[in-house]
C-alpha cells in the first residue's frame, strides 16, 4: 500500500518488560513523527526525524523512551520498563515536500500498547 | 509554546443538524491550521486545511476559516449525517515542525 504502515497493530505485555513499535512511512517522505494518543489525554508529540539531521527527541516522557531511524526509512519505538501508564495508542506520521507541501502529515493507522 | 483550544465532547447532534466544534489557537508566526478525523477503528486523517489568514478549507461539506484576529478555526457542517460521527482534532503546524493538537471532540450523529 502506499500509505504509512504501522507494526504490530496490538501489543499486550507485563510491566518491566521492553517493547519495539515500528513504523514504515510513506516512501520518499523524509520526515517522520511519533505521536501518543492517550484515552483522555489527546495526542502527545514524542519524537521527529527529518533527513539526516540531528532528531527533535524533545516530547520524549523519560529515558525509557527511545527512537531510531535506519537508512532514513523505517523507525523504530523503544520502550525500556514498560509502566501502566506507558498504556496508549502509538502514531507514526510522515511528511515530505512532495505531498505538495511540507505541514501535511500522513498518519498510521496506530499501535494500541497495553501495559499489565 | 504552541497550544490548541477545542471544546470538549462529547457532542451529540441529530442527523441533519448544524454542526459547530470551535478551535482557538495560540502561536508565534504564521502557523498552518488543520483539522483531522479519526473514524471508529481508524487512523487520523487529514480533513481540512488552512495556511493563512482568511483562508477557508473545505471537504466533505465541512468548513473552517483561518482567523487570525480572533486566532480560531472552527469547524462547521451545515447538515451532519451518522456517517460523520467521529473524534475531531484541531491542530496546527509551524513549517515542518510537530503538529500541536487540541484534545480532540468527540461527535455523535443519531438517526
Known amino acids: 500500500g502506499a500509505g504509512v504502515s504501522q507494526s504490530p497493530s496490538n501489543k499486550v505485555t507485563e510491566k518491566g518488560k521492553d517493547v519495539e513499535l515500528r513504523c514504515d512511512p510513506i516512501?520518499?517522505?523524509?520526515?517522520l513523527y511519533w505521536y501518543r494518543q492517550s484515552l483522555g489525554q489527546g495526542l502527545e508529540f514524542l519524537i521527529y526525524f527529518q533527513g539526516n539531521s540531528a532528531p527533535d527527541k524533545s516530547g520524549l516522557p523519560s529515558d525509557r523512551f527511545s527512537a531510531e531511524r535506519t537508512g532514513g526509512s523505517v523507525s523504530t519505538l523503544t520502550i525500556q520498563r514498560t509502566q501502566q501508564e506507558d498504556s496508549a495508542v502509538y502514531l507514526c506520521?510522515?511528511?515530505?515536500?512532495?505531498?505538495?507541501?511540507?505541514?501535511?502529515?500522513?498518519f498510521g493507522p496506530g499501535t494500541r500498547l497495553t501495559v499489565l | 509554546g504552541d497550544s490548541v483550544t477545542q471544546m470538549e465532547g462529547p457532542v451529540t447532534l441529530s442527523e441533519e443538524a448544524f454542526l459547530t466544534i470551535n478551535c482557538t489557537y495560540t502561536?508565534?508566526?504564521?502557523?498552518?491550521l488543520f483539522w483531522y478525523v479519526q473514524y471508529p477503528g481508524e487512523g487520523l486523517q487529514l480533513l481540512l486545511k488552512a495556511t493563512k489568514a482568511d483562508d477557508k478549507g473545505s471537504n466533505k461539506g465541512f468548513e473552517a476559516t483561518y482567523r487570525k484576529e480572533t486566532t480560531s478555526f472552527h469547524l462547521e457542517k451545515g447538515s451532519v449525517q451518522v456517517s460523520d460521527s467521529a473524534v475531531y482534532f484541531c491542530?496546527?503546524?509551524?513549517?515542518?515542525?510537530?503538529?500541536?493538537f487540541g484534545i480532540g471532540t468527540k461527535l455523535q450523529v443519531i438517526p
Open positions: 506520521a510522515s511528511s515530505s515536500r512532495t505531498s505538495g507541501s511540507w505541514d501535511e502529515q500522513f
Open positions: 491542530a496546527l503546524i509551524r513549517g515542518y515542525q510537530k503538529v500541536t
Open positions: 516512501s520518499g517522505h523524509t520526515a
Open positions: 502561536a508565534t508566526g504564521y502557523p498552518s
